[in-house]
């Protein structure tokens, strides 16, 4: 079965940086588009980051353009994203997110948190 597994949250500070990891299984990885969603408490959940196969192209929500960068390795059957410049308004808790035969999966996620 499709399995999504997140890591590398955790508290920064302002101006900080991460990169989270989502090792997936279960599916044929390079074959997929990936996403990054995040849901800050009180909001609705959001599309961060998304990435093709292959590599092709990649989409970034607009507040985090020039900030983070999606990435993939199909050998590891990894996504990552790379978060640098980081602001209070990015704390959130980050989802990867594959869609496949109709249906979306998620991963657990894990908590980024921006503060001084």
């Known amino acids: 079965q499709v399995q999504l597994v997140e890591s590398g949250g955790g508290l920064v500070q302002p101006g900080g940086s991460l990169r989270l990891s989502c090792a997936a299984s279960?599916?044929?990885?390079?074959?997929?588009?990936m996403s990054w969603y995040r849901q800050a408490p009180g909001k609705e959940r959001e599309l961060v980051a998304s990435?093709?196969?292959?590599?092709?192209?990649?989409n970034y929500e607009d507040s985090v353009k020039g900030r983070f960068t999606i990435s993939r390795d199909d050998v590891k059957n990894t996504v990552y994203l790379r978060m640098n410049s980081l602001k209070p308004d990015d704390t959130a808790i980050y989802y990867c997110?594959?869609?496949?035969?109709?249906?979306?999966?998620w991963g657990q996620g894990t908590q980024v948190t921006v503060s001084s």
């Open positions: 279960g599916f044929t990885f390079s074959n997929y588009g």
């Open positions: 997110t594959v869609r496949r035969d109709g249906r979306m999966y």
């Open positions: 990435i093709s196969h292959g590599s092709i192209s990649t």
